[in-house]
């Protein structure tokens, strides 16, 4: 009775193994659809509003321009 136990026991700590680097392996595609969801909205932002307006912003030339307004 201790042998089939004792193998029992061996069986589920491989299964334990297995499903442990499939848990691992899923979580990675997680990863890197994410990454690719990311990089398709950010794509899908520039084809509908361009892209995004990343020059810094002169505070002179603002600060001129509402004196001049004045």
Known sequence: ????LENEVTQLKSMI?????????LQEEIKEKA??????????????MGPPDTDPVDTQTLFSMSRKLR
Do not use: G, P
Request: proline share 0%; hydrophobic share 35%; charged share 35%.
């Open 17 to 25: 193994t297995v499903y442990q680097d499939h848990i691992e392996e």
């Open 35 to 48: 990454a690719k969801i990311k990089f398709l909205e950010q794509q899908l932002e520039y084809k509908s």
């Open 1 to 4: 009775m201790d042998w089939d």
